[in-house]
């Protein structure tokens, strides 16, 4: 693994990247709830008209993904559900994860 696919780099990436979309998002009207940023572990909801979504980037050996956790929840026949998801892996690069994070943030975005 490369330094730049490492934990702190792509977690330092994840969080730019939510930075970047925070002024957007509230003029959207998504509330943004950051549930927890310490050394192993930086999670946070979006609340957004239709649906949430909430990316969990965690150094836990115990997870389905590498590092990268990212999911969209809606309302299907009054239960929640994951509508879109991405989980990393061994393979997937840094550049590969911030795409898809801003993909599931469009589908959020427009999600009815």
């Known amino acids: ?9 792509i977690k330092k990436e994840i969080i730019s990247l939510v930075n ?3 002024n ?7 509330e943004i709830e950051e549930i927890k940023n310490s050394e192993d572990c930086y999670r946070i909801i979006f609340h957004f008209n239709n649906c949430m979504a909430q990316i969990i980037v965690d150094d836990h050996n115990f997870s389905p993904y590498r590092f990268v ?8 026949a009054e239960k929640s559900k994951i509508i879109y998801y991405f989980y990393d892996d061994s393979e997937t690069d840094i550049e590969e994860i911030l795409f898809q994070i801003n993909k ?9």
């Open 20 to 22: 970047a979309n925070i």
């Open 69 to 76: 956790c990212f999911e969209v929840i809606g309302w299907i």
């Open 24 to 30: 957007k998002f509230k003029k959207q009207g998504v």
């Open 104 to 112: 599931g943030f469009e589908f959020a975005s427009n999600y009815s």
């Open 1 to 9: 693994m490369t330094d730049n696919n490492s934990f702190q780099t």
